[in-house]
């Protein structure tokens, strides 16, 4: 191959950069809050011991009183998101301020510039603000995930965590969910309602065409820092 067939290194450079920084701006799943990991694998169990031809097996027992609760690692548990929350805040300000300044010259004697006698200066500033500010949030979330339990602290408390993924035509909904369940509150059903969840932390975000052109872009965020209006 000739020389003049080989390509330009300077030239091919900006294109990849460019490449390389478009699929940078590409994300496939939103950042979380929630605790990690999102799920658990429960302890491997020991080998079972071969069938002695009885009918009670030691390595099948089970407890005769023993419910389904949720209870150790790996374990599952269905939360109940019920949450509903309303808040209003109203402020009202007002600040007023005047001042008058006068200045005289009477007499100057053994100075020069006597041509000032006879001079008065006024001056006068005011000075109001008043501002005003109202806000009021109304939030509903009501739904049902089945979370994982990824910790059992040693008071007995849960700590649990899951993500529900629901893919709809060209856009993804991630829900997630991850608090401190205390046992007493689980159903015999094996179910929690998230308002008896300790340090509870529930999402519900999307990813897709839709939610892309809701962002603002990078390069205006870099702008609007620097704007002084």
């Keep these: 191959m000739s020389m003049g067939a080989r390509p330009n290194p300077p030239a091919i450079a900006p294109a990849v950069l460019l490449a390389l920084a478009l699929g ?23 080998e079972a011991a071969p069938g002695n031809g009885a ?17 150790m690692v790996g374990d599952t548990l269905t939360i109940n998101i ?21 200045v005289g010259v009477t007499a100057l004697a053994g100075v020069p510039g006597k041509s000032a006698q006879g001079l008065s200066i ?8 008043e501002g005003k500010g109202e806000s009021n949030a109304n939030n509903t979330f009501t739904g049902t995930i089945t979370c994982t339990v990824i910790e059992v602290m040693p008071n007995g408390n849960l700590l649990v965590s899951g993500e529900k993924l629901v893919a709809i035509n060209q856009g993804e909904e991630f829900i997630r969910f991850s608090g401190v369940v205390n046992p007493i509150h689980i159903s015999s059903a094996n179910v929690a309602t998230s308002t008896q969840v300790a ?11 839709i939610d892309s052109a809701q962002v603002m872009g990078w390069l205006a965020k870099f702008f609007l820092t620097f704007l002084p209006f």
């Design 55 to 71: 009918i009670y097996q030691a390595g099948l027992v089970r407890p005769l009183f023993e419910d389904r609760r949720a209870r």
């Design 199 to 209: 340090d509870a932390r529930i999402e519900y975000k999307a990813n897709g065409a």
């Design 24 to 46: 940078g701006c590409v994300t496939t799943t939103p950042p979380t809050a929630v605790h990690q990991p999102m799920t658990a694998r429960p302890a491997a169990r020991n």
């Design 82 to 102: 019920v949450e509903k929350t309303q808040a209003n805040k109203k402020s009202n300000t007002a600040t007023e301020r005047a001042q008058d300044f006068n």
């Design 122 to 129: 006024d001056a006068k500033h005011d000075s109001k603000f």
